[in-house]
């Protein structure tokens, strides 16, 4: 059973259909037990894919969501310190995906530790 709880979000994936439902009835019948429920109009079952806190998931393994990515391309010049922290916390959250992102990200950070911007 592959599970991945995250405050309110339950995200079960497995290797199979079989297993899958198998891995769902048990996770549905645990809830229930303890005397919890899933609002069923925010679940979605045996899906190929899913977005996941920013993430698309499927067979294939995890890969950044595509609006997550023309939001890092189309994000505006930062003109002050607050518009670059939020730059660099979008961009930090998908390092895993950025090869050597630390030195990428680097002159942008540094750029934290100046007062004013120019």
């Known amino acids: 059973l592959i599970e991945v709880p995250f405050i309110d979000d339950i995200l079960i994936y497995s290797k199979s259909m079989e ?3 198998s891995h769902l009835t048990l996770v549905l019948e645990t809830l229930r037990t303890h005397k919890l429920f899933a ?3 925010k ?3 045996c899906q190929v894919s899913i977005n996941y806190l920013g ?4 067979a294939h393994g995890v890969q950044v969501d595509t609006q997550k990515i023309d939001a890092v391309i189309n ?3 930062p003109q002050n310190i607050t518009q670059l922290r ?4 979008l961009t930090r959250y998908y390092r895993r995906f950025v090869k050597g992102y630390a030195s990428i990200a680097w002159p942008l950070t540094d750029m ?3 007062i004013t911007f120019a």
């Open 39 to 41: 609002n069923l109009s």
């Open 55 to 58: 993430h698309v998931v499927s």
């Open 112 to 114: 934290l530790n100046i």
């Open 86 to 89: 939020g730059f660099l916390g």
């Open 19 to 21: 297993d899958h439902i």
């Open 43 to 45: 679940c979605e079952f």
């Open 75 to 77: 994000w505006p010049l």
